[in-house]
Each structure stands twice: as C-alpha cells, then as structure tokens.
C-alpha cells in the first residue's frame, strides 16, 4: 500500500526545501522554499518517534556531508542516503553517471562494496521530463541530463541490482504544483520493487492521488509543502495519521 516517505534535505550544511530547477554551482540562483533552524538530527528524531521509516538523506552543494543520523537501532530501515551519495552508501545519481554516460562498472562497484547484498541499495534516479511522456535521468544536481532514459527497459536492467527506486521529477520538485501522474502511472507499470516518488506533493490528497493512480504499489515524499518545512499545504501529523491508517 501507498505510504508517506519522509526526507530530509542538506545543502551547504544546512535542511532546506529547494526549487529544484534552481539547484546549479551558483548560490544566486538557487532558490528555496525553507531554511530550517533545526539540524538534521531533529527530523531524524521527529520520524523515529513516530514511526516513519524508509526515509531519505540528500545532500547538495559545498560544506555538506552525509550527518552521523544515529537516531534508530541498527537494521531498523529509517533513513536511507539519496542523491548527492557516491560509492560506500545506500543511494546515489551523479555516480553512475561519469560524464552523463551509464556506467555499469561503477554499478557493480557499488553492489560489491554492499557485500552483493542489494538489499542495502537504493537507486535515485532523479529525472527531468523530455517532450511527451519521456524523462531522462538528471544528474550534477539535476542540471545535467544523462543518456538514460526511465522506462521500462531501464527500471528492468537495474532492478537486479537494488531493493527499491527513489525517482524525483526534478522539474516539479520544490514547486508545490502538483505531482507527475503519469510518471507515477508509469513507475507503476514498470516497477515490480518498491518505489518512491518525490516531486510536486501539495496537499494531503496527493497520498490518495498516488495510491489510486499506482494502485497502492507507488510510495509519496512530500517536502516543502509539510508544515515542519515551512509549509501551509500538508501538516506533519496528518500524514502520520494518513500512515497509520492505511
């Protein structure tokens, strides 16, 4: 069944709600929906209290690495590592990715340090829309569009290699107009793993939009929306709730 994913999203030390089309090398450009005067540890603690599991850590731009979030008990699945990762850790983009091509060596690599256990392997495929009902994966923080397409064929040749997907639409991340349906339509069909979507969640009506749209097979992050992010949209509790009775 369809469940609420929450996230938590560092750049330059800092958890922040980013436009995501806006995330370049250039800090005049970016722009953010929310700065949070709380750390990363905070939310960490917020989900493990109540429960939310299957979370994910992104980390963008100078001065961020990857916090020590020792907020559950070993195994317990609280928060996986997402774009901005490299070799050694749960999730990534740019890294399977040098200079734009997909490297299947660099896959492998991976899945070995994991001791070729997928089980301990998330794959982002961050992706940006490409004429009709096309997306392309999108790497360097979703400014560089990569030769890999999303489709079926894809999701099948990697499935092998990971437990489940986290496919942010880049092009409504941050946005707060709405989700991608039809890439969650799609993610659906393609998909015989576990998948979250992230991109464009607005209102609390989004985790009903999904779970009918995907048939309960597709999961929702919702971010600058939530209001523990500085957003009206969606209250934190409510998802929680949404969570606990589905």
């Given amino acids: 069944m369809t469940k609420f994913r929450p996230c938590i999203d ?4 800092q958890v922040k709600q980013i436009v995501g089309g806006t995330l370049d090398s250039s800090t005049d450009a970016l722009k ?21 599991r299957a979370g994910t850590l992104s980390c963008w731009g100078p001065r961020t ?7 559950w008990p070993p195994g317990q699945g609280a928060c996986r590592s997402g774009a901005g990762s490299t070799t050694g850790t749960p999730g990534f983009t740019s890294y399977l990715f040098p200079e734009g091509k997909f490297s299947q060596e660099r896959l492998d690599a991976v899945l070995h340090s994991l001791d070729g256990d997928k089980q301990k392997l998330v794959i982002d495929l961050s992706c940006r829309r490409r004429g009709e009902d096309r997306w392309f994966v999108a790497m360097n923080k979703w400014q560089t569009i990569t030769d890999m397409e ?7 040749q990697l499935e092998p290699y990971c437990s489940e997907f986290l496919i942010h639409a ?7 107009k709405g989700i991608d349906e039809t890439l969650v339509q799609r993610l659906a069909e393609w998909c015989s793993i576990p998948v979250t979507y992230a991109g464009g969640g ?10 009918k749209l995907s048939g309960g097979k597709v999961d929702l992050t919702i971010g600058s929306a939530l209001d523990c992010f500085g957003g009206s949209g969606v209250k934190f509790d409510d998802c929680v709730a949404w969570n606990n009775k589905s």
């Avoid at 560092?10 to 030390?13: E, F, R, S, V, Y």
């Avoid at 953010?32 to 939310?52: C, I, K, M």
């Fill in 10 to 13: 560092l750049h330059a030390g």
């Fill in 32 to 52: 953010t929906n929310h700065v949070s005067l709380e750390p990363a540890g905070h939310f960490a603690r917020l989900y493990r209290d109540h429960d939310l």
């Fill in 65 to 71: 690495t990857r916090p020590p979030l020792r907020r």
């Fill in 150 to 156: 999303v489709n079926q064929e894809t999701i099948k």
């Fill in 170 to 176: 880049a092009d409504n991340e941050g946005l707060q």
């Fill in 202 to 211: 607005r209102h609390l009506e989004d985790l009903d939009l999904v779970a």
